[in-house]
């Protein structure tokens, strides 16, 4: 079958290139591959010009991008991993807000009060002090929009990308380590959002190749 023929181009492939086979991996994903196929929107910044469209096929595949500077601005040695997580000069946090953001629209063609990065409310009674993770005042999440899992009830939502390039990931199960990060934020608001704010909370978890877990796709 089809399957199993890519079942076996993966297993001959993680024997002589490791980045390829795990490009092809992640090629599979649900949800990177959507902006094959979306009509270029201009109104929704979906259009993407020659070169940016040239550039987003090769990061699919795991493909050198030619013309990049040698050196990062930090001293490192730069390739397409280290700009895809390097700190310096903001990109990072564009493109979390970006995610953050898109999301937002979203959430507001089919819910009501959504608040972009919504103050939590401090942990100070001695009832909470059980709460574990984040416990810090003046704490923040990405997203709060009430009436999606149900008609009048709150849910709060944080944002997290990671880059499944990075040496950190090169061997796990890219589905592992989807569930790592959701279990992180879990860890870090979980608690403090069910017990203080009486929410529901949602990580929102995807990597730079485009992916989503299963956990985030809506039955």
């Avoid at 979306?38 to 030619?66: C, H, T």
């Avoid at 895809?84 to 009501?112: M, P, S, T, Y």
Wanted: proline share 4%; charged share 25%.
């Amino acid at each position: 079958t089809l399957k199993q023929k890519l079942v076996d181009i993966l297993a001959e492939l993680k024997k002589s290139d490791k980045r390829a086979a795990r490009s092809l991996q992640l090629a599979q994903e649900k949800g990177c591959g959507a902006w094959l196929s979306a009509l270029p929107l201009q109104s929704m910044g979906y259009n993407l010009n020659k070169q940016e469209f040239l550039d987003s096929v090769k990061l699919r595949y795991g493909w050198k991008i030619a013309d990049i500077p040698s050196y990062c601005v930090c001293g490192v040695k730069n390739d397409i991993d280290h700009t895809l997580i390097c700190k310096n000069g903001g990109h990072i946090i564009f493109r979390h807000n970006r995610i953050r953001d898109v999301n937002a629209d979203f959430l507001r063609q089919v819910c009501h009060n959504v608040v972009i990065e919504p103050e939590l409310i401090p942990v100070e009674s001695d009832s909470f002090q059980s709460v574990h993770g984040n416990r810090a005042d003046k704490a923040r999440l990405d997203i709060a929009a009430n009436g999606l899992w149900g008609t009048f009830q709150k849910t709060m939502f944080d944002v997290r990308i990671f880059h499944p390039y990075a040496k950190t990931y090169e061997d796990q199960n890219i589905a592992d380590v989807y569930l790592r990060h959701e279990k992180e934020k879990r860890r870090n608001y979980l608690q403090r959002v069910l017990q203080i704010e009486k929410a529901s909370f949602t990580p929102l978890v995807y990597s730079t190749n485009g992916g989503i877990p299963y956990s985030a796709l809506i039955p």
